[in-house]
């Protein structure tokens, strides 16, 4: 089976197995549905979701017959996974935050970085772009006004160089 990264687990919370993760997705109804599977760690360990919540900008997720800290405490650190055949296909121009990640970043044919992570924003999705030359974080909105060109098989992003941008 292939699977999706679409989150990574940071650490539990409370005393009941929730688990607080980072989401790498853009569809979170979607991946952490009651109900649904979702896989831990390269084990690809699976959990049936009980239920998720938004708890100071990361998810708290539980999942059913998982009541007890001493249950997950091992899944710190370890990747969220979603199987690939439960996972809708994309519209042309559109792609998963996790097919997004570690891609190349170039301006003019010149490769400046590398994406870190995609972030939700409030008018678009951000890429958080590591500049190689300064070690300096920033933040392109995905938008076609800012990106010229994204090629996953080449791990690479084009992005429009703009006065203030990078």
């Not at 360990?45 to 998720?52: E, I, L, N, W």
């Not at 044919?109 to 951000?126: F, H, P, T, W």
């Amino acid at each position: 089976m292939e699977y999706v990264v679409i989150g990574k687990i940071l650490n539990t919370f409370g005393i009941k197995g929730e688990l607080k993760a980072d989401a790498y997705t853009d569809f979170v109804e979607e991946r952490f549905k009651k109900d649904s599977t979702v896989y831990i760690g390269e084990e690809h360990v699976p959990f049936v979701m009980r239920s998720y919540r938004m708890h100071k900008g990361f998810y708290l997720l539980s999942f059913k017959d998982v009541d007890d800290i001493n249950l997950v405490e091992k899944y710190k650190g370890m990747l969220l996974y979603k199987a690939k055949s439960d996972i809708h296909k994309l519209k042309e121009g559109e792609y998963y935050f996790s097919d997004l990640k570690d891609l190349d970043v170039y301006v003019d044919d010149k490769k400046i970085g590398k994406v870190l992570q995609v972030e939700e924003g409030i008018a678009a999705n951000n890429l958080r772009i590591l500049k190689d030359e300064d070690r300096k974080e920033y933040l392109v909105p995905f938008l076609p006004v800012f990106i010229s060109h994204v090629d996953l098989d080449e791990k690479r992003i084009d992005v429009i160089q703009m006065e203030g941008l990078l």
